[in-house]
């Protein structure tokens, strides 16, 4: 959620709280609350953004790989900011682009 708490308050705001709504409403056929969970659980520090050290480890549990380049591609793809990580939004447009 720190990727909607753009004050970093600690808290949502109207103005944050509403963006958050609009990402959840574009879901569609996806369910939010599973997404959400599903992100929360990547997202094993809590920072509001999947790194690349968190999505090694689920691919290493869930899927019996961590190859490097595998992972830096994952990150790659979904990133849409360049920043380095995944927010709860990049996360929703990939899972939103499975779902097709």
């Known amino acids: 959620m720190n990727h909607y708490d753009e004050d970093a308050n600690g808290k949502l705001d109207f103005g944050e709280f509403e963006k958050l709504v ?16 599903m ?7 809590k920072s509001g953004y ?29 990133d849409k900011n360049g920043d380095g990580k995944i927010s709860i939004s990049e996360f929703i447009a990939i899972m939103l682009s499975l779902n097709k």
């Open 39 to 45: 992100f929360n659980t990547i997202d094993q520090d």
């Open 50 to 78: 999947i790194d690349e050290d968190e999505l090694r480890q689920v691919m290493t549990e869930h899927f019996d790989t961590n190859d490097d380049k595998t992972i830096k591609a994952m990150v790659k793809m979904a």
């Open 22 to 37: 609009i990402d959840l409403k574009t879901f569609g056929e996806v369910d939010p609350e599973e997404v959400l969970a």
